[in-house]
Nanobody, 121 residues
């Protein structure tokens, strides 16, 4: 199975920066996509940024130019550098990986526990 360990997050003033990190481990065959999602109170969970196995990236329009996703393929980690944070970025941020348990098995999603990011003065 997969284990995800998230770190980072916290409280920051508007305009500030935070970084998140997520490390994946476990007895799995391979990891495909890795990404970050967020869920604000009363809202649905939404994609923030994702990176494919090939290195392609996808960002929500609301974070383009402010957030940067990065991936370390050797360590199976994914990071999210968040700059110019706004109060509307306040949410619980979740790491998600798409993985293959064994050669030939179907891809599955696994979610982290989530980490709170609060942007407030």
């Amino acid at each position: 199975q997969v284990q995800l360990v998230e770190s980072g997050g916290g409280l920051v003033q508007p305009g500030g920066s935070l970084s998140l990190s997520c490390a994946a481990s476990g007895s799995i065959f391979s990891i495909s996509d890795m990404g970050w999602y967020r869920q604000a109170p009363g809202k649905e969970r939404e994609l923030v940024a994702a990176v494919t196995r090939g290195g392609g990236t996808n960002y929500a329009d609301s974070v383009k130019g402010r957030f940067t996703i990065s991936r370390d393929y050797a360590k199976n980690t994914v990071g999210l550098q968040m700059n110019s944070l706004k109060p509307e970025d306040t949410a619980v941020y979740y790491c998600k990986v798409k993985y293959q348990l064994r050669l030939g098995s179907s891809l599955r999603d696994y979610w982290g526990q989530g980490t709170q990011v609060t942007v407030s003065s």
